[in-house]
Structure formats: structure tokens, C-alpha cells
């Protein structure tokens, strides 16, 4: 791929999954390649391959194949023991929706990607209460209430946290199936939290040119999207500014800060956001930054369980504007797997999915709406054999007789259930492409 310039779409649509903010986005000239994942005939991880040396085993019948996503083969006739690998650091870029990850070894990237993780459990997890509170009081209306004497265990996470927490816990595990992981490195924090406990409550203040105040400015462009609260504007400069000014009684708290761009802050002048016409900016400035909270409770649990290194953002930061890398998850990670010149590889993308197709179906002619009691014997993402060929099932219809499916070159296609054959469910964490 030469040196070229993308607009914001084109950029979006290479396979990159997140937006620097930036319009014009110059890549650096890199040729990325494609990797084909080894295991030994014990299923004990060897150093990728490329396709076709893969392909030529898999001719040869000195290969199988263990899985499509990523393409992982066995080899049959090779053991552990009998083979050199190299090292392999594993960078993880920790985070609150995505998660980046690159490992890499002495003189390439052998794997690169961004985990999305769910959202909205919690809203899911109240919308279940309100169902079984309803039923409950249609069903058994005079029996004593049982909702007040549970005890949380010690360590107890809410269940958006604990999915959040296991997702990097399972996405290493996974990680280390198809490649020999030697050390894992996680960013734990994108701001140095040794500085900055919670910003909001301990009122850590705003000093410019500090180290600190560094700190304060990318916690601030992180907490307001990168663009300016007043209008709008993303890719300009940014200024931090105070909500209530400074001649008004206004603090250099984090919470009267937020981030403007000149002509807004210009204008606003010595008027408080409520009186420039922004009174939800104060409000949105009181709540913390989920994701530093996510990581305030997580990161060293995370850290305990994976038995790891850790760096911190802000480190990580300097390093890649130092080699001139693009702000992404998957570059995130390469730096914080210690990448320098290492030849980079096609990134991946993969996904957390809910493990249940249990649905409220609205659509029902004539009838009220119910939960479908049944689950069906397949389910969105599942694989399987239909005459011969390997296709990827879209959903079911017909009370879970029929099923719907897309082949490789992309073509829907629907044939009884009866005719089809499983090959894989899907998985909660999936690789996608
Ligand atoms: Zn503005």
C-alpha cells in the first residue's frame, strides 16, 4: 500500500476502525501482510505462516485445518519440541469499547485487530427486571417479597464491568491459542493515574506546561469527543476552557473545565456557559469519564489475572508521535508491544456477541407479543455444511424449520433445517474478517 491520502470515509471503509479526527489522513507507506497461524500436531502454538506455504502443506495432507477465523492449520507431522520459535509480546491497548491488540516479534507483526465490546447490558439487565417484576406480580401476587436479601460477594463487579474485565481476560487466552506469546504488555490507563486518581473528586487543578496539566488537557479532549461543547466543530484546535470564568468565582477544577475551540472561547468571554446558552455543558462536566472509571476499578485486576506488564497512556502517546504513527487502537497496541520497524500485517476485526437468541417478538399477527419460549437449533453466525459448501447462518424463520443462510461469494440462500449440517456455533468472542 504506497503513502497515500485518505479522506475520513475511505479511511473508515480501509478496515480501520477507528477515526483519528483528523479529515486528511496520511498514511505511512506500509506493505502489510497476511499470516496463516500454526499448531503442532499437539495443537501447541508454532510462528505463522504465509498463505502459500500454507496452502502447499494442506496439498501435501501434512496440514489440517483447525479454524477459518483466523486461518489457523495443524501440523501433523511436526512437534514443539523439534521446532525453533521466536519470542512474541503481545500489546494490548485496554479500553472501555474497543480493545486494540498487536503481538509481534523481533522483525514482524504477526497479529493486529480491535476487539468491539458490548453495550447496553445494563439497560438489557433492567428490562429483564421489569419483565420478571410484572410477571411476578401477575403470577403470584401475595407471596412475600424476596428482592432484599441478597449479599454481594466480596470482589463483586457490576455485570457490565465483569463483561468488559473478562473480555481482555478471554481476548489473551484466545490470542495465545494460534500464537506463542512469550510476554504481554497492557495499557492500563490512558492517563498516569499516580498523578490523577479520580480528577473530578480529589479536584486536581489545571496547570499548564506541568506534566500535569498534559494530563488534564488529553482527559478533558477525551471526555468531550475532541470537539468544541459549544459548536460542535471537531479537527481545529482546542483550548481548555472554564465553564463559570475565573473573575466570576469559577475554580481551575477539572470540573469547571471543558474544552472550546478559540472562536467559541473568544465570544463566550467572561460569561458562564449557562449565559452563553449552554447549560447542559455544566451538568456534562460534573459526570466523570466512564472509561477512566472503568479503569480505575479493572486495570489491576486485569493486570493480576493475565500475570503481565503494564505501561501507561501517556507513554505510549509519545512514543508513537515519535515514530509517526496514526492514532488508532491496533497502532496503540504495536507501541505498546515495544514496535519499531516491524513489518506490519492485515488487522482483524472481532467482536463480542450475546450468547442467547432468546427474542420479545413484537411481530406477531394478531396476537399480543411474547417471548419466543424455544431457542432454535441455530442461531446468527453459526456455520454450517449446506451441499457441500461451508455457509454462514443469517437467522431462522418459520418457527425455527427454515434457516437462512449466505455462502462465501456472498449469496443468500434458505433450505430446510433439515438439510443442513452444523460445523461450528458461534462463539461469544469472535474473530470477524
Ligand atoms: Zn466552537
Redesign the pocket.
Known amino acids: 500500500m504506497p503513502a497515500q491520502t485518505l479522506t475520513r470515509r475511505a479511511y473508515l471503509h480501509f478496515g480501520e476502525m477507528t477515526f483519528t479526527g483528523r479529515k486528511n489522513i496520511v498514511l505511512r507507506s506500509v506493505s502489510m501482510e497476511e499470516k496463516v497461524y500454526v499448531q503442532d500436531k499437539n495443537g501447541k502454538t508454532l510462528d505463522p505462516t504465509n498463505p502459500a506455504r500454507a496452502r502447499k502443506l494442506l496439498n501435501k495432507g501434512r496440514a489440517k485445518v483447525v479454524q477459518r477465523k483466523p486461518f489457523t492449520i495443524k501440523i501433523v507431522d511436526r512437534k514443539k519440541e523439534n521446532s525453533y520459535t521466536k519470542d512474541v509480546t503481545l500489546g494490548i491497548d485496554a479500553g472501555y469499547k474497543n480493545i486494540g491488540f498487536s503481538a509481534i516479534n523481533e522483525d514482524k507483526e504477526l497479529i493486529s485487530g480491535v476487539l468491539k465490546l458490548r453495550d447496553g447490558i445494563s439497560k438489557k439487565l433492567e428490562q429483564r427486571a421489569n419483565y420478571r417484576r410484572n410477571r411476578r406480580h401477575r403470577n403470584t401476587r401475595y407471596r412475600q417479597p424476596r428482592f432484599d436479601n441478597r449479599k454481594r460477594e466480596e470482589g463483586w463487579l457490576a455485570p457490565s464491568i465483569k463483561h468488559k474485565m473478562n473480555s481482555h481476560i478471554k481476548l489473551v487466552k484466545k490470542l495465545k491459542e494460534i500464537l506463542p506469546i512469550t510476554k504481554v504488555i497492557v495499557e492500563v490507563a490512558q492517563f498516569d493515574q499516580q498523578k490523577m486518581q479520580n480528577p473530578e473528586i480529589e479536584g486536581v487543578e489545571y496547570q499548564q506546561g506541568t506534566l500535569q496539566g498534559y494530563n488534564v488537557r488529553n482527559y478533558l479532549l477525551e471526555k468531550f469527543d475532541r470537539?468544541?461543547?459549544?459548536?460542535?466543530?471537531e479537527d481545529?484546535p482546542?483550548e481548555v476552557e472554564h465553564i463559570i470564568p475565573k473573575n466570576k468565582g469559577g475554580s481551575d477544577r477539572v470540573d469547571n473545565l471543558t474544552i472550546?475551540?478559540?472562536?467559541?472561547?473568544q465570544?463566550k468571554d467572561n460569561q458562564t456557559a449557562e449565559e452563553f446558552g449552554h447549560p447542559k455543558v455544566q451538568e456534562q462536566a460534573k459526570e466523570t469519564l466512564k472509561s477512566t472509571a472503568f479503569m480505575n476499578i479493572v486495570r489491576w485486576k486485569i493486570v493480576n489475572k493475565l500475570d503481565c506488564n503494564y505501561t501507561f497512556g501517556h507513554i505510549t502517546k509519545k512514543n508513537r508521535i515519535e515514530q509517526d504513527l496514526e492514532k488508532s487502537h491496533i497502532n496503540d497496541a504495536f507501541i505498546v508491544a515495544k514496535g519499531k520497524n516491524q513489518k506490519r500485517c492485515i488487522p482483524i476485526k472481532a467482536k463480542v456477541y450475546r450468547r442467547n437468541n432468546r427474542s420479545l417478538q413484537t411481530n406477531r399477527k394478531t396476537y399480543g407479543r411474547s417471548i419466543r419460549k424455544q431457542k432454535y437449533p441455530l442461531s446468527p453466525g453459526d456455520l454450517v455444511k449446506y451441499k457441500g459448501e461451508i455457509c454462514e447462518v443469517k437467522g431462522m424463520f418459520n418457527y425455527g424449520k427454515w434457516v437462512r443462510m449466505k455462502d462465501s461469494d456472498g449469496n443468500k440462500l434458505n433450505s430446510n433445517v433439515k438439510d443442513v449440517k452444523l460445523v461450528k456455533y458461534r462463539e461469544g468472542l469472535s474473530f470477524v474478517s
Do not use: A, R, T
Request: charged fraction near 20%.
Open positions: 470537539q468544541c461543547v459549544y459548536c460542535g466543530k481545529i482546542l472550546s475551540c478559540h472562536d467559541c472561547n465570544e
